[in-house]
């Protein structure tokens, strides 16, 4: 016979035995809660009520409020933001950038943010808030500046502070009364064109082309006005025809006119696949729209009388992407102080930068390569799932590269419209195989393995004598990069390397140890000038007589040489000289014998 089993779930219980078993079971619910609170308040474990963060909402900045609002933005030198401003202006949009942070900004960052920060998040933060409140003392209301202004910036993630500086900046804006201040990220999570979402800043081809450009040619400016400054005759000049030079630039970006695809042409041509991306791009890499300011912005430095006799010890500075960059208070402003210790200083453009995030890009792809990261690894992938896989890898591969080419060839064709006086970009690849042995490649955070590369190489190729590595206080990635120096520096014993740590204080300490390391360069510069000098057997008034009568020499787009083992400019140059002299058969006037020291 056969038994069945019954489901107790099928069986239909009585009324009153229903409502005994529902009681029975919420006194148990009761005895056990009662139990829980009071083995919890016997071990000192009480449950306490989480308030999770919720990121505050905010107004948008929409499309139709894009005439009566004014995009702010900062960070970089006053060269690159002008351009930037140029090129936003250009796409219809009204924009500022604010001045460079200065120590009042650093004390309202620390005043309304959260302690324990990085000095240029206490900069940049405290910058805005000041920013704001000197909008308030020309007469406008909170209310106005609110909904009238919205702040531009980068966003990020990953080891380093800069992927708290989104909510540093709400933070610091609350606590400074201006509570819902709209902040816009520059990040990749809205896709290349945001006009779907009728967004106030679209960050579409246009946007893109036009602030690439503007760093570009940021970056060449401002590598020539250091590369002349320190041989200036007439001290200011070089600063004044680089503000005349950067208004050049700042109208053509401002007037450039982009393709209309609204015209009736524009209209026809949407009708091709990707017809606005192959036009644009078409315009920018075959056009000469902005090389046609160059001869005119050439003419300006050339303007400038140099006498690059003089013996300068050459600093390469590194380090923190914000530290290296900005030009005042944010690291002790240290580039006039080196110049004005008889220093030439040789920046960092940020175009390094953008070729490092396409190369780290180009390793994360090949790492990638065959691995679904939306699946579980063990999981099998069917044959077409793995030709996808490939297909993809091999997509993206071809796509980093062409920009990798792509922006590398516009940024030599403004470099070879100024007579290559910029400096190359160093191949990403090599500077990753340099540092590679003393600080692993794929360790991201800050500039990752970039500040190792970038000493060796401008030690190892003689393009400096010094590297001074600028860092906020306490920046990981930097710190990482510091403990590896040691035994970069033991291997090259050349190599004078110094790091400093900046913060909102500590100046005179900082600037006291800046002048012993540069003294050492100093030292190092006289002796290879030194040398040159007694290398061609002429003295040195001499080679400067003969400069003075040749005005292609006082230029400063005559092309110095240079040689190998020998790393300053005025030591180079000297040679150039020397030989010319001797080509027209100029002989010196002093004995033999040449012991002439500088």
Known sequence: METKILNPENITLPDEMQKEKINKEQLIQQMLFEEKKRLEAEYGVESKKIDHFRRPFEKAFTKDQRKETTILFGGLTWKHEKLIKGALEGIGYTTDYIPTADKKAFQLGKEYGNNGQCNPTYFTVGNLVQYLQSLEEKGLSREEI??????????ACGPCRFGMYEAEYRLALRNSGFDGFRVLLFQQTGGLSQQEAQAGLEMNLDFFLGIINALMLGDIINEIGYSIRPFEVNEGETNRVMSEVADIFYEKLKSKKYFDFNSKLGKLLQKLPASEYLTKFIDQVLGDYYLDAVEQAREKFNSIKVDRTRMKPIVKVTGEFWA????????????????????QVLVEPIATWIMYMLHQAKSVNEDEKGINVYKDLDAKLSLKEKLGLLKNHKSNYTILTLAEKIFEREYNRYRKAFGNLPHELVDQNILKELAHPFYNSRVEGGEGHLEVGKSIYYTVNNLCHMILSLKPFGCMPSTQS??????????????IFLPIETSGEGDVNAHSRVQMALGEAKAKAKAEFTECLNRTGYSLDEIKAYAETHEELQKPFFTVSHRKGISGTGANFILDVSEMMKKEGIKSVKSDVVTETV
């Open 324 to 343: 290296q960059t900005t030009e005042g208070d944010g690291n002790f402003n240290m580039f006039p102080f080196l110049e004005r210790e008889g220093a």
């Open 146 to 155: 609110i909904s009238k202004y919205v702040f531009f910036t980068a966003g």
């Open 482 to 495: 510091d403990g590896v120096q040691s035994a970069v520096s033991n291997h090259f014993k050349e190599m």
